[in-house]
């Protein structure tokens, strides 16, 4: 198998996007991720831009590029234009590596060499060719890239690449600089270039393409299938504009379709998961839930269907396992749409075994929870579990609740219970919605019980959480705990002080105590 030579250029060209600079510190922590990685080059910056990047490409190259012994250790490379005093400072801040390399580049299409240069074909050849002697004055290991070269005269481009390769360049990139091309054009494009220069084989041929047309990792496999061997990505796929190749894309796609590749990266992918967390976090670009490989949802089933499918044979709908990035498990999200079987596999691996007359009565509730609120959490469903295993019987059960309340409005609760078939119903006012209610209740049981504790908690997350409530109640020196849960938390309040109050009733009926109750209405 051959293989493919990841260049991450996350710290540079992905350090280029809008508002996504980093520090020295905090280049060096990617780095150390990147190594971590095992990518095969790292693109530390661009030395001569500042004085602060060329610190941080030293720090890098000294550290991260010096390896430890047994522990894979990247090539570290700057980039320089074809200009000597860019060159020189690209030397300075990459040679302590154990591996370092000069990245060179000056475009060659017509548009840049005419309006940005205001020079010739011939003078930017020549220059190409002076600049990538120079650097092998430094090391063998010189990058070489033809900027724009999609849009480069056809028969320009390989004759720069020719002349470089004679110079000495030992990679050269062809880079996809404004993400102009489509998979086929640039697969053609590397595959006619391979054919044409003739010294070819003397140097890797690399690509680097831009997601203008978000089609920046197609056109990367594309020159895979047709001989390129190095591709430029980033974390993320972070860069100038739209973005470079997303690494992670690049890397499980030739690691899953290597029946098509024929190929193999030098990649832990288990650590592409990190990488892409840790880049996030640095540059703050958050990652779009559906983003293929380190997406939230990109290893998450939600329907019904999937859902059973997955319990039955995770590959009916998974084509990667998402340990392979990183990632502990796939989420099978419970929701409206999920299943009896979805739930259930849910609920043994929270390690609740349920009979089948269980599983109906809890597959109900969680149908009524799962219409309220988007996502049921395992939080959540241990709460369902614990609401359903009361050991009190249930003296009164809470059939209605109205509330009113508000700024300038006298909070009233208007409260219905049922008691073995008996609907009692009852409304008071109060300091707020909760005493209202309270007090509604006590209205109809008849007990006035001292609420000592309220506690209000979130038991999953997102805006539509649980709320869970829990009371201590005291009856003539008789506590009693009482716990509910709801989407709404006054709905819990009441469920979880009804409770408390049945647990009452049931200690003071067995003392003989008897509560008042209402006649039904
Ligand atoms: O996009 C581009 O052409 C570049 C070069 C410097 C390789 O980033
Ligand atoms: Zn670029």
Known sequence: MDKVIIFDTTLRDGEQSPGCSMDAAEKFEVAQQLARLKVDVIEAGFPISSPGDFQAVKRIAGTVGRGKKGVHTPQICGLARCVKTDIDACWNAVKDARFPRIHTFIATSDIHIEHKFKSTRAQILDRAVEMVKHARKYTPNVEFSPEDAVRSDFDYLCQVVTAVIDAGASTVNI????????????????????????????????????????????????????????????????????????????????????????????????????????????????????????????????????????????????????????????????????????????????????????????????????????????????????????????????????????????????????????????????????????????KITGLKPKMEDYSLRSVSSGKDALGEVTVRVDHQGLKMLGRGTSTDIIEASAKAYVTAVNRLLAASNKTGAKPAIKEKI
């Open 175 to 442: 880079p996809d600089t404004v993400g102009y091309s489509v998979p086929v054009e640039f697969g053609n494009l590397i595959k006619r270039l391979i054919e044409r220069v003739p010294n070819v084989k003397k140097a890797v041929i690399s690509v680097h393409c831009h997601n203008d047309l978000g089609l920046a990792v197609s056109n990367s496999l594309a020159a895979v299938l047709n001989g390129a061997r190095q591709v430029e990505c980033t974390v993320n796929g972070l860069g100038e504009r739209a973005g470079n190749a997303a690494m992670e894309e690049v890397v499980m796609a030739i690691k899953t379709r290597k029946d098509l590749f024929r190929a193999s990266t030098g990649v832990d992918t288990k650590e592409i998961y990190r990488a892409s967390r840790l880049v996030s976090q640095i540059t703050g670009m958050v990652v779009q839930p559906n983003k293929a490989i380190v997406g939230a949802n990109a290893f998450a089933h939600s329907s019904g269907i999937h859902q059973d499918g997955m319990i039955k044979n995770r590959t009916t709908y998974e084509i990667m396992n998402p340990e392979e990035v990183g990632i502990e498990e796939s989420a099978l999200l419970l929701t409206a749409r999920s299943g009896r079987n979805g739930l259930n596999n849910r609920l043994k691996h929270l390690g609740f075994h349920l009979s089948v007359k269980e599983l109906d009565e809890i597959f109900e509730r969680f149908k009524t929870l799962a219409d309220k609120k988007k996502y049921v959490f395992d939080e959540d469903l241990t709460a369902l579990l614990s609401e359903g295993k009361s050991e009190t019987p249930e003296t009164f059960a809470l059939e209605y609740l109205n509330i009113s309340a508000g700024t300038g409005t006298i909070p009233t609760a208007t409260v219905r219970l049922n008691k073995g078939g008996k609907v009692f119903q009852e409304a008071a006012c109060g300091d707020g919605p909760v005493d209202a209610m309270t007090k509604a209740v006590d």
